[in-house]
Nanobody, 121 residues
Protein backbone atom coordinates (compact mmCIF):
# COMPACT_ATOMS: atom_id res chain seq x y z
CA UNK A 1 0.00 0.00 0.00
CA UNK A 2 1.16 3.53 -0.77
CA UNK A 3 -0.11 6.75 0.74
CA UNK A 4 0.62 10.12 -0.82
CA UNK A 5 -0.13 13.22 1.23
CA UNK A 6 -0.29 16.75 -0.09
CA UNK A 7 -1.54 20.20 0.84
CA UNK A 8 0.89 21.29 3.49
CA UNK A 9 2.49 24.71 3.52
CA UNK A 10 3.17 27.87 5.44
CA UNK A 11 0.23 29.75 6.92
CA UNK A 12 -0.27 32.46 9.50
CA UNK A 13 -1.90 31.72 12.82
CA UNK A 14 -5.66 31.70 12.42
CA UNK A 15 -5.43 30.52 8.84
CA UNK A 16 -6.58 27.32 7.17
CA UNK A 17 -5.14 24.47 5.18
CA UNK A 18 -6.61 21.33 3.67
CA UNK A 19 -4.54 18.18 3.49
CA UNK A 20 -5.29 15.40 1.05
CA UNK A 21 -4.06 11.83 0.87
CA UNK A 22 -4.56 9.22 -1.78
CA UNK A 23 -4.13 5.53 -1.07
CA UNK A 24 -3.07 3.14 -3.80
CA UNK A 25 -2.65 -0.59 -3.58
CA UNK A 26 -4.25 -2.99 -1.15
CA UNK A 27 -4.22 -1.87 2.45
CA UNK A 28 -4.76 -3.77 5.68
CA UNK A 29 -8.11 -5.35 6.44
CA UNK A 30 -9.02 -2.48 8.76
CA UNK A 31 -9.61 0.37 6.32
CA UNK A 32 -9.73 3.15 8.87
CA UNK A 33 -7.81 6.14 7.58
CA UNK A 34 -6.35 9.05 9.47
CA UNK A 35 -3.64 11.57 10.10
CA UNK A 36 -0.66 11.61 12.45
CA UNK A 37 1.67 14.50 13.07
CA UNK A 38 5.14 14.84 14.45
CA UNK A 39 6.73 18.06 15.56
CA UNK A 40 10.46 18.40 16.19
CA UNK A 41 11.55 16.65 19.39
CA UNK A 42 8.05 15.30 19.97
CA UNK A 43 6.53 11.88 19.49
CA UNK A 44 4.26 11.16 16.57
CA UNK A 45 0.63 11.49 17.61
CA UNK A 46 -2.69 10.61 16.08
CA UNK A 47 -4.60 13.74 15.10
CA UNK A 48 -7.77 12.27 13.64
CA UNK A 49 -9.11 9.04 12.18
CA UNK A 50 -12.21 8.06 10.29
CA UNK A 51 -13.76 4.68 9.59
CA UNK A 52 -15.21 3.69 6.25
CA UNK A 53 -18.71 4.43 7.55
CA UNK A 54 -17.69 7.95 8.50
CA UNK A 55 -17.19 7.67 12.25
CA UNK A 56 -14.52 10.18 13.20
CA UNK A 57 -12.33 10.70 16.26
CA UNK A 58 -10.05 13.60 17.07
CA UNK A 59 -7.33 14.32 19.54
CA UNK A 60 -8.53 16.85 22.10
CA UNK A 61 -6.34 19.71 20.94
CA UNK A 62 -7.89 19.87 17.46
CA UNK A 63 -11.55 19.30 18.28
CA UNK A 64 -13.69 22.05 16.81
CA UNK A 65 -10.89 23.20 14.50
CA UNK A 66 -10.09 20.21 12.28
CA UNK A 67 -12.47 18.08 10.24
CA UNK A 68 -11.51 14.73 8.76
CA UNK A 69 -13.39 13.30 5.79
CA UNK A 70 -12.90 10.62 3.20
CA UNK A 71 -13.94 9.61 -0.29
CA UNK A 72 -14.19 5.85 -0.30
CA UNK A 73 -14.63 5.63 -4.06
CA UNK A 74 -11.33 7.44 -4.59
CA UNK A 75 -9.50 5.93 -1.59
CA UNK A 76 -8.78 9.40 -0.32
CA UNK A 77 -8.79 11.04 3.09
CA UNK A 78 -8.78 14.75 3.84
CA UNK A 79 -8.04 16.97 6.80
CA UNK A 80 -9.54 20.43 6.81
CA UNK A 81 -7.63 22.50 9.33
CA UNK A 82 -8.92 25.87 10.51
CA UNK A 83 -7.93 28.33 13.22
CA UNK A 84 -4.41 27.01 12.94
CA UNK A 85 -2.02 27.66 15.81
CA UNK A 86 1.79 27.60 15.93
CA UNK A 87 1.56 24.39 17.99
CA UNK A 88 -0.05 22.72 14.97
CA UNK A 89 3.24 23.00 13.10
CA UNK A 90 4.47 19.52 12.29
CA UNK A 91 4.94 16.98 9.56
CA UNK A 92 1.55 15.42 8.91
CA UNK A 93 1.33 11.79 7.80
CA UNK A 94 -1.70 9.97 6.53
CA UNK A 95 -2.19 6.37 7.54
CA UNK A 96 -4.48 3.42 7.09
CA UNK A 97 -5.24 0.41 9.24
CA UNK A 98 -5.33 0.05 13.00
CA UNK A 99 -4.42 3.57 14.03
CA UNK A 100 -3.31 3.73 17.63
CA UNK A 101 -2.93 6.95 19.55
CA UNK A 102 0.83 6.77 19.14
CA UNK A 103 1.49 3.59 17.21
CA UNK A 104 0.93 2.58 13.61
CA UNK A 105 2.89 -0.56 12.84
CA UNK A 106 2.96 -2.89 9.85
CA UNK A 107 1.35 -5.18 8.94
CA UNK A 108 -1.78 -3.80 10.60
CA UNK A 109 -1.08 -0.13 9.87
CA UNK A 110 0.85 1.85 7.29
CA UNK A 111 1.68 5.48 6.75
CA UNK A 112 3.15 7.39 3.84
CA UNK A 113 5.51 10.27 3.36
CA UNK A 114 4.47 13.33 5.25
CA UNK A 115 3.65 16.88 4.32
CA UNK A 116 5.00 19.83 6.28
CA UNK A 117 2.62 22.26 7.94
CA UNK A 118 4.14 25.42 9.39
CA UNK A 119 2.04 27.96 11.26
CA UNK A 120 3.66 31.31 11.91
CA UNK A 121 2.68 33.48 14.85
Amino acid sequence: VQLQASGGGLVQAGGSLKLSCEQSGTGPSDDTMGWYRQAPHKVRELVARITSDGTANYTESVKGRFIISRDNAKNMVFLQMTSLEPDDSAVYYCATGVLGRLLCLPPTCYWGRGTQVTVSS
